[in-house]
């Protein structure tokens, strides 16, 4: 155990993350498909999977829709859990004991590296060397998922962090925070107050960029309101392409939008 793992429980839920493998299915599929050089060997780490490897296994299933042969690791700090796992794990699902230094071999670069509700307790400052260790072992152009959701996984927040493909030491870009909701606790911008990643939980106040990002957010929803809107999932939609006109900076395919997708990409990325 390095000094940046620190001891967490172990709930997880089947479907917890279910939402966030049908995004990056569909927005991500080079990154999960592709196959040349070192790609042919990249794998896709799970980093905490938990009590039960529920969601490892079904993320497994999803990704190999689109690369059957994808190579699947589920990391756990918990030996008991990591050991329990290794009954799900066959030739191309392996399950180990380690922390946020990976335990991976020399010739499993990473392609996709996923850190969801681990790092709910601790402090904030540790984050940006969580992300720079987990970065670390992908491929470049890789992609690091670090959020949090609800025990069920109704509302869902994830940064996603992009190795830069043209620096040779590895470095990550804070590409986009993505958000979902499947509406079955209604809808308000502020219900994912509570679910951002730990390093933005803290920060919807005056002169973060997060609590611009919030107002906007909640002005257009309200602006949705008041035209009529006021079903959940239409104004999630309409709210969401309100913003889109304000802020430039949010996605409208109507896939997302109809899902309870909403992603934020503003140009400089998300500010640390
Ligand atoms: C709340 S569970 C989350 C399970 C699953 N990822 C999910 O989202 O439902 C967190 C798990 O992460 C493990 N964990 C915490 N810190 C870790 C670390 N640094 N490296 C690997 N596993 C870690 C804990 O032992 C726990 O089993």
Redesign the pocket.
Same mark, same amino acid.
């Given at each position: 155990m390095s000094s940046? &793992? #620190?001891? #967490? /429980?172990? /709930? #997880?839920s089947r479907g !917890? %993350?279910r939402a966030l493998d049908a995004y990056l299915c569909r927005f991500e599929p080079e990154l999960l498909s592709r196959r040349d050089g070192p790609w042919a060997r990249a794998v896709f780490v &799970? +980093? @905490?999977?938990? =009590?039960h490897p529920w #969601?490892t296994l079904e993320s497994a299933e999803a990704f190999r829709a689109l690369q059957p042969e994808m190579t699947v690791i589920g +990391? =756990? %700090? &918990?030996a008991e !859990?990591a050991r329990a796992a290794g009954a799900h794990a066959d030739a191309r699902t392996h399950f180990r004991q @380690?922390?946020?230094e990976l335990p991976l071999l020399e010739d499993e670069p990473a392609r996709l590296v996923r850190a969801?509700? %681990?790092l709910r307790q601790g402090p904030p400052e540790r984050v940006p060397e969580v992300h720079r260790t987990l970065g670390r072992y992908l491929l470049p152009s890789g992609l690091l998922v670090e959020g949090s959701?609800d025990a069920t996984g109704a509302i869902l927040t994830a940064h996603l962090l992009r190795r830069r493909p043209e620096d040779a030491e590895p470095s990550l870009t804070r590409e986009a925070l993505l958000f979902h909701t499947d509406f079955s606790h209604g809808f308000a911008p502020l219900l994912f107050r509570d679910w951002l990643p730990r390093d933005l939980r803290r920060r919807v106040r005056p002169g973060e960029p997060i609590h611009a990002f919030f107002s906007e957010w909640a002005a257009a929803w309200e602006e949705a309101r008041a035209a009529g809107h006021t079903a959940p999932p239409e104004a999630f939609r309409e709210a969401a392409l309100r913003l889109a006109a304000r802020t430039g900076a949010v996605e409208t395919d109507a896939w997302l939008l109809s899902g309870g997708y909403l992603v934020w990409r503003p140009g400089g990325g998300i500010s640390p």
């Amino acid at each position: 155990m390095s000094s940046l &793992d #620190t001891k #967490t /429980r172990g /709930r #997880t839920s089947r479907g !917890r %993350l279910r939402a966030l493998d049908a995004y990056l299915c569909r927005f991500e599929p080079e990154l999960l498909s592709r196959r040349d050089g070192p790609w042919a060997r990249a794998v896709f780490v &799970d +980093v @905490g999977f938990g =009590e039960h490897p529920w #969601t490892t296994l079904e993320s497994a299933e999803a990704f190999r829709a689109l690369q059957p042969e994808m190579t699947v690791i589920g +990391v =756990e %700090l &918990d030996a008991e !859990r990591a050991r329990a796992a290794g009954a799900h794990a066959d030739a191309r699902t392996h399950f180990r004991q @380690g922390g946020f230094e990976l335990p991976l071999l020399e010739d499993e670069p990473a392609r996709l590296v996923r850190a969801m509700n %681990l790092l709910r307790q601790g402090p904030p400052e540790r984050v940006p060397e969580v992300h720079r260790t987990l970065g670390r072992y992908l491929l470049p152009s890789g992609l690091l998922v670090e959020g949090s959701s609800d025990a069920t996984g109704a509302i869902l927040t994830a940064h996603l962090l992009r190795r830069r493909p043209e620096d040779a030491e590895p470095s990550l870009t804070r590409e986009a925070l993505l958000f979902h909701t499947d509406f079955s606790h209604g809808f308000a911008p502020l219900l994912f107050r509570d679910w951002l990643p730990r390093d933005l939980r803290r920060r919807v106040r005056p002169g973060e960029p997060i609590h611009a990002f919030f107002s906007e957010w909640a002005a257009a929803w309200e602006e949705a309101r008041a035209a009529g809107h006021t079903a959940p999932p239409e104004a999630f939609r309409e709210a969401a392409l309100r913003l889109a006109a304000r802020t430039g900076a949010v996605e409208t395919d109507a896939w997302l939008l109809s899902g309870g997708y909403l992603v934020w990409r503003p140009g400089g990325g998300i500010s640390p």
